[in-house]
């Protein structure tokens, strides 16, 4: 895809037994990407769209999104090995479902808040990051082997549903410069180190459970939680 694919309003559907890759700008209200050796494994695509599902059999997934109105992620589906990665700029960014069989999972959002729902790594990391609002893990975070990391520079991060790291992996939560942290899900890393750093407080009825918890922040801990 090295032109401009436009469908304003309407839907767009690429499919190749191959590959899908090139700079060249699909804009349209519906992307559906289906790949079976990669979907922006050289070249990552770009894409102006309100909704947006991805499948995928082998190699990498790599997508630039851009849009100053809400997106929505309604799936991503990596049934083979290779990596996910998803840069958004522009308005909020809302991920729905995400499964990655054989890598890791890399999800950023650089102008507005992000929410996740469902985000499965088989054998790899997560990283969620919002670098432009907040970040909120609505539903399960789970890694059969790898580590969670959910980072803002300057907003809330909000863990509502479970964050789960397989195989003795570790979970970070981390606010930079501002931004609360509120766990209200349950958080488990069995036998590894979950870290919660926080610009302001640290708050939330959630349950962490971990070899070892590590909490930092330059606001109170756990004082609406006595």
Same mark, same amino acid.
């Given at each position: 895809?090295?032109?401009?694919?436009?469908?304003?309003?309407?839907?767009?559907?690429?499919?190749?037994?191959?590959?899908?890759?090139?700079? /060249?700008?699909?804009?349209?209200?519906?992307v559906t990407l289906i790949g079976g050796t990669g979907v922006g494994d050289t070249t990552a695509l770009?894409?102006?769209?309100?909704?947006? !599902?991805?499948?995928?059999?082998?190699?990498?997934?790599?997508?630039?999104? &851009?849009?100053?109105?809400?997106?929505?992620?309604?799936?991503? #589906?990596?049934?083979?090995?290779?990596?996910?990665?998803? =840069?958004?700029? /522009?308005?909020?960014?809302?991920?729905?479902? %995400?499964?990655?069989?054989?890598?890791?999972?890399?999800?950023?959002?650089?102008?507005?808040?992000?929410? #996740?729902?469902?985000?499965?790594?088989?054998?790899?990391? %997560?990283?969620?990051?919002?670098?432009?609002?907040?970040?909120?893990?609505?539903?399960? %975070?789970?890694?059969?082997?790898?580590?969670?990391?959910?980072?803002?520079?300057?907003?809330?991060?909000?863990? =509502?549903?479970?964050?789960?790291?397989?195989?003795?992996?570790?979970?970070?939560?981390?606010? =930079?410069?501002?931004?609360?942290?509120? %766990?209200?899900?349950?958080?488990?890393?069995?036998?590894? #180190?979950?870290?919660?750093?926080?610009?302001?407080?640290?708050?939330?009825? /959630?349950?962490?459970?971990?070899? !070892?918890?590590?909490?930092?922040? #330059?606001? &109170?801990?756990?004082?609406?939680?006595?």
């Open positions: 895809l090295t032109g401009t694919t436009t469908a304003d309003g309407d839907a767009v559907s690429i499919s190749a037994g191959g590959s899908i890759n090139g700079a /060249g700008t699909v804009t349209a209200a519906d770009s894409l102006a769209a309100d909704r947006v !599902t991805v499948q995928n059999a082998a190699g990498n997934v790599a997508i630039n999104s &851009a849009l100053p109105r809400p997106v929505t992620v309604a799936s991503i #589906t990596h049934s083979g090995a290779g990596n996910i990665a998803l =840069i958004h700029t /522009g308005g909020p960014l809302t991920v729905d479902s %995400v499964s990655a069989a054989g890598g890791t999972v890399t999800i950023n959002a650089t102008a507005g808040p992000l929410t #996740t729902g469902a985000i499965n790594s088989v054998n790899g990391a %997560v990283t969620l990051s919002s670098t432009g609002g907040a970040l909120t893990a609505e539903g399960p %975070v789970t890694t059969g082997a790898g580590a969670i990391a959910l980072t803002t520079t300057s907003a809330d991060v909000n863990v =509502i549903g479970a964050l789960t790291a397989g195989g003795v992996s570790n979970i970070t939560l981390t606010t =930079i410069t501002a931004g609360n942290i509120t %766990v209200a899900g349950v958080v488990t890393a069995a036998g590894a #180190t979950v870290t919660v750093d926080s610009a302001g407080t640290v708050d939330g009825p /959630g349950l962490i459970t971990a070899g !070892t918890v590590a909490l930092t922040a #330059t606001g &109170a801990i756990g004082e609406n939680e006595r």
